[in-house]
């Protein structure tokens, strides 16, 4: 697939050093994480910090490259083909980083995101709770406050990194606040007394990354931990609308590059397999998959592109969390598909582990459930799109009154009692 025309010499530059950096990590590795025998690879996140690819966004003077958005896509599809859990490590630190580079106090910058970039710090982020993930502000981790020190009291679920990683982003709220969407703050969590895995999951796919239930207890967390510090607390609603757009456009642009390696194994075996005296992408049942998969790939990553575009425009809040959440759900549901073409192009060998397909076939299906739900990103684009719909003047042609009927104002009958409007 050719995405030469889209990018200029800097980002064929940085592709070229990410695909070095992914060819780099031993297979091993990724066997061992698929495996369970590993549980966070902490040398991974050292090695991309080594190469000076972690936090591409960010100011140089934190350590990051200053690069836009559409540069960091680029990235994060080459990252993609690893599968889930590296990609999701690679992007914990775009994640997290967001909400420090954005929020947080120069302290906080210098003590949490110059470690993070290096790659000598890992980082975990914990919203979901086990009575939900989707409704965020039912949250009821709860921080009491003592003079300067909080006690964070309560339990996430699912945590990337809750075994393994050195500092944990977790919202709570501040008791004493009624209203929970001023109450909500992001803490900065080092691991200590009152920090506690309870359970590490065995999962499908997404091996190896730790991904646990972590329980507070009191657990201390002093003010200058606070995300933002003071002027933090009750902060945590715009911090969590400020992280969720990293959150779902690493999902969106990982997506891409899961389905591409998938698809490019797929095309090679089609090309060599036989069957009835042909290679089998002679048969249009399968060319035909490859062609729904290209141009699946290849309209999420203009879409991506575009959204990446629009994050640094002038464009509203809700404009952008509107195309974010188009953008996770048409890529994720693309590469969801693009993987399953590959593993029917394989037949049955597809389905061993022989070929890496099973894998990412189990890995992509979590996509459409993490960082907000495939429903909830569907919640989130009608929301948005009303409210800015119907505030607006209609404009260019009033193509309603191009019908026939159009004058027949009494057929137009929109309210319950039948009157017209
Ligand atoms: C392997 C893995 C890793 C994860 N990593 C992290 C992590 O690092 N940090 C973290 O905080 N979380 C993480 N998550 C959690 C993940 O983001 C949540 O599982 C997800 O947001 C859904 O929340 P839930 O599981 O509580 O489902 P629920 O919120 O209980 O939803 C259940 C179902 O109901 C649907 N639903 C709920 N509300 C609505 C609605 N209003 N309209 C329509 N449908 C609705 C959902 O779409 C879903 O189908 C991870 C999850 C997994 C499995």
Redesign the pocket.
């Known amino acids: 697939m050719s995405t030469q025309a889209l990018f200029d010499e800097q980002t064929l530059s940085l592709r070229a050093r990410m695909q070095d950096f992914v060819a780099s990590i031993p297979r091993q590795l990724l066997l061992d994480m698929d495996a369970n025998k590993v549980s966070y690879p902490k040398e991974y996140l050292q090695e991309a910090g080594r190469r000076g690819v972690l936090g591409l966004r960010f100011a140089p003077r934190w350590g990051g490259s200053g690069l836009p958005w559409t540069s960091e896509l680029v990235a994060l599809e080459e990252v993609g083909v690893l599968g889930t859990s590296l990609a999701c490590l690679y992007s914990l630190v775009s994640i997290v980083g967001e909400a420090i580079h954005v929020f947080g106090t120069d302290e906080q910058k210098e003590r949490f995101l110059i470690p993070m970039l290096r790659g000598e710090l890992g980082v ?5 709770e086990p009575h ?4 965020f502000f039912a949250a009821t981790t709860r921080a009491r406050r003592q003079g300067d020190t909080f006690y964070l009291s309560g339990q ?6 809750a075994e393994g990683a050195d500092l944990i982003l977790v919202y709570g709220k501040v008791d004493g606040i009624e209203d929970p969407k001023r109450a909500m703050t992001a803490f900065l969590v080092e691991r200590g007394p009152g920090v506690e895995v309870q359970h590490v ?1 065995g ?1 499908m796919g ?1 091996r190896g990354g730790g ?1 646990g239930r972590l329980v507070f207890r009191e657990a201390k967390v002093p003010l200058e931990n606070v995300l933002g510090g003071e002027a933090g607390i009750g902060r945590g609603t715009e911090v969590f609308h400020q992280m969720m757009i990293p959150e779902r456009m690493t999902s969106a642009g990982g997506a891409v590059g899961m389905g591409r390696a998938a698809i490019e194994i797929a095309a090679r075996y089609a090309d060599k397999r036989y069957a009835f005296g042909e290679p089998i992408r002679r048969f249009e049942a399968v060319s035909f998959k490859v062609a729904e998969s290209l141009t699946l790939l290849d309209a999420a990553r203009a879409l991506n592109h575009a959204v990446g575009v629009t994050i640094e425009s002038r464009a509203s809040a809700g404009k952008v969390r509107r195309l974010v959440s188009e953008a996770k759900k048409f890529s994720t549901e693309a590469a969801w598909t693009v993987v399953n073409h590959a593993m029917q192009i394989l037949g049955g060998i597809g389905y061993t582990d022989i070929y890496p397909i099973e894998r990412l076939l189990r890995d992509v299906r ?1 996509i459409t ?5 495939n ?2 990103m569907d ?1 989130v684009i009608q929301h948005e799109f009303y409210r800015e719909f119907l505030a607006e003047k209609p404009h260019g042609r009033n193509v309603e009154a191009d019908a026939l009927g159009a004058d027949f104002s009494a057929e137009k009958v929109y309210n319950v009692e039948g009157e017209t409007v």
Do not use: C
């Open positions: 975990a982020e914990a919203l979901t939900g993930g989707s409704d996430k679920r699912f945590v990337v990194g999951y999962l997404t991904t979590l459930i993490w960082t907000g739900t429903e909830i919640l």
